[in-house]
T-cell receptor, first 113, second 113 residues
Framework: AQSVTQPDARVTVSEGASLQLRCKYS??????LFWYVQYPRQGLQLLLK??????VVQGVNGFEAEFSKSNSSFHLRKASVHWSDSAVYFC???????????FGAGTRLKVIA | DPKIIQKPKYLVAVTGSEKILICEQY?????MYWYRQSAKKPLEFMFS???????DNQTASSRFQPQSSKKNHLDLQITALKPDDSATYFC????????????FGEGTRLSVL
């Protein structure tokens, strides 16, 4: 069965610090992977997606993620966070590349001054 | 302006009643979906429609019935409401079923008392 694990339910970082949000997936094939962000009282917005090729993918607002098949991971990174990055981040797996998403539980990021 | 409109944003219902959640998209998309986000579970896929036809149903209960009166509409009727139905329901859409990364609406937060 496919699954996504985000081991950190909450992460707090200082503004200007670097960030890594962890994501591990379980899937026997080659996955399609996404990161979405959910700001308070809003819907989900796509940050970035990985299908194949370069394991480091760039997204919006300075976010990037690195795919590792050997580690079954797809960690999200940002070099310098801003207070406006405070939100919930979801790692998402799509075994077939379409809408049948498998969501992680989400990581709530809090950026403090 | 939001391209996927969900109404209402907040909804309170009594156990045993029936409610309809509205979703309209103005993106010209042919595929629409419903997802559910509850406190107890990660966000999960419920239904997919393509050209107004039901394509996938991953909701076990027949109390949840999607309704598509127009190509750009996909409402969700929920009957015999239970407190466990309390969740945020997200509508999403994409150009077609094979298109990656659907766009999400802002959700309808349903509370069943």
């Amino acid at each position: 069965a496919q699954s996504v694990t985000q081991p950190d339910a909450r992460v707090t970082v200082s503004e200007g610090a670097s960030l890594q949000l962890r994501c591990k997936y379980s899937y026997s094939g080659t996955p399609y992977l996404f990161w979405y962000v959910q700001y308070p009282r809003q819907g989900l917005q796509l940050l970035l997606k990985y299908y194949s090729g370069d394991p480091v993918v760039q997204g919006v607002n300075g976010f990037e993620a690195e795919f590792s098949k050997s580690n079954s991971s797809f960690h999200l990174r940002k070099a310098s966070v801003h207070w406006s990055d405070s939100a919930v981040y979801f790692c998402v797996l799509s075994p077939t590349g379409n809408y049948k998403y498998v969501f992680g539980a989400g990581t709530r990021l809090k950026v403090i001054a | 302006d939001p391209k996927i409109i969900q109404k209402p944003k907040y909804l309170v219902a009594v156990t045993g009643s029936e409610k309809i959640l509205i979703c309209e998209q103005y993106l010209g998309h042919n595929a629409m979906y419903w997802y559910r986000q509850s406190a107890k579970k990660p966000l999960e896929f419920m239904f997919s429609y393509s050209y107004q036809k039901l394509m996938d149903n991953q909701t076990a209960s027949s109390r949840f019935q999607p309704q598509s009166s127009k190509k750009n509409h996909l409402d969700l009727q929920i009957t015999a409401l239970k407190p466990d139905d309390s969740a945020t329901y997200f509508c999403a859409s994409s150009r077609d079923r094979n298109n990656q990364a659907p766009l999400f609406g802002e959700g309808t937060r349903l509370s069943v008392l």
